[in-house]
């Protein structure tokens, strides 16, 4: 085993904060705004989920590069009086009018209006919000209003994205907000979002016809026509977000939930059943053998995503074929221990095809008092979306477009009203439930991370640190992150990249070599450089303890209380 600097918090590996302990609730989110109002809820009486919609608004303010109302995302809740997980979709739709044809020959852009798609993100918080919530969508906004009317004092990280959000110059509606006198908010300057706070007070009024029938659909439709976008008010009025079971599958005896198509949760399932096979263990922990070996499955489960993964609406996903152990065992007989697959030798694998049943990110998690649980990933797509402000309604549209394949022969190829693929995985895993019992075991771990399609790869690589080698929460999220790039895999246009392994510099020499001598392309990236910003809360069933960390990577923070 490769030695490691522990830190001054690390006991296995390297962490440099302490976890959080707490009985009550713990928070773990983007910003330290946002998690502490989540607490904030929690401690007056409010339900994780009211938890959990009050640092979703926090964030929109406070890391407004990351997710926002114009926006989408997955939301899994665990209520524990019914041992029950389900998932909100909240991911819109490609608009009508948004046809093959309308972006051929040019393509989809990066930035601006023809690279929006309909928001779902708010219908998401509502809607679990209104069935679970104990406090009223006042009192749960009221957080995030008063960051965006007096002010959030601009972090180092936020800066340095809004001075590389080079749109925001273009935009009149988007200027005035993050480039004030023309020139981009700078560390420690207060970022006003009044705006926006006027659209939450609306939303608090109104409750979401505000949104999507109301005032920000109109101003979204006229927008859209001034600058030929696809999006109208329609879109808007018609959508509807969509309550759905989890995916699932075992690891180690214990059951871990995904969210279904059209997210990549799959993926991470897949991922997980093939490295069961291998006992990673015993090869030890960031040795270059058991990254080799999670690697390798990684380039598995990617090829499946690729071949068969879309919106269940428009093409039949074969998820509990792709999920079967028999279906891993088959598929791992492709994974050489001392040799890395070659670029674009890694072809999809042919699961017996289920029958079709009509069906830059942030994340944060949650855990009340009574147990309950949220994950919630929700995002703009790139940093700042779309850049472009809607109107005077200070809601950042998203630039989810530019995630469609515009090859009709794709199965995630662009069609009007269909749901593109998605990264966004939100995870939960639970001990084995009692003999006979019917639903999961009890809670064990709640986590995820943004980073497109670094995400399933970071969680592959926190499940297995918690439950092989017995890391904590800090430990997790702060040792060193790999991440492997897949021709032509990317889910962002134009879908290619070059094949690599990133490796943070933080892996010792031997761990790094180990890798090269098995062939992996690898690539060294700055000591803390890997994408995405992880979350963790472990809960122990004994004791009831919740324990939190947050990815010092970005401005994460966990709280508890």
Known sequence: MA?????????????????????????????????????????RGGDAVDAAVAVAAALNVAEPNMSGIGGDGFITLYRRAA??????????????????????????????????????LLDGWLEAQGRYGRLSLRTVFEPAIDLADNGLPVSHKLAGAIAGEAMFGEFATSQPIFWPEGRPAAAGNLLFQRELARTFRGLADHGRDYFYRGPVARAVDALSREHGGALRYEDFAGYQCRWQDPIQTTYRGRTVFESPPNSSGHVLLQELNLVEGFDLASLGWLSAEAIHMMVEAKKLAFADRERYLADPDFVAVPVDALLSKRYAAERRRAIDPER?????????????????????????????????????????????????????????????????????????????????????????????????????????????????????????????????????????????????LQNPTESTVPHTCRDALTLEARFPTEVREGLVERRHPVQVIGPWAATGSAMVIRHDPGTGVLYGAADPRRDGHALAW
């Open 3 to 43: 030695a490691f600097n522990l830190g001054p918090h690390g006991r296995r590996s390297e962490a440099h904060r302490p976890v959080v302990m707490g009985r009550h609730g713990v928070v773990c989110a983007g910003h330290h705004a946002a998690a502490l109002a989540g607490v904030t809820t929690l401690q």
């Open 340 to 484: 890395a697959a070659p670029p674009n030798s890694v072809a999809a694998g042919t699961p017996v095809r289920a029958q079709r049943v009509p069906e830059d990110t942030t994340c944060f998690v949650v855990v009340d008092g009574d147990g309950n649980a949220v994950c919630q990933l929700q995002s703009l797509q790139t940093g700042f979306g779309s850049a472009l402000v809607a109107g005077n309604t200070g809601v950042l549209l998203n630039n989810r477009m530019t995630y469609w394949h515009l090859d009709p022969d794709h199965p995630d190829c662009l069609a009007p009203g269909k749901r593109v693929r998605h990264t966004m995985n939100t995870a939960m895993v639970f001990d084995a439930p009692p003999a006979g019992s019917p639903g999961p075991g009890p809670l064990l771990l709640v986590l995820g991370t943004p980073g497109a399609d670094t995400q399933v790869q970071t969680n592959l690589q926190m499940i297995t640190a918690a439950l092989d080698f017995g890391l904590d929460p800090s430990e997790a999220v702060e040792a060193p992150r790999w991440r492997h």
């Open 83 to 120: 041992n029950r997980v389900e998932v909100v979709n909240a991911t819109g739709p490609a608009p009508a009018l948004a046809t093959l044809e309308r972006y051929l020959p040019d393509g989809i852009p990066m930035k601006g209006i023809r690279s929006a798609s309909v928001p779902g």
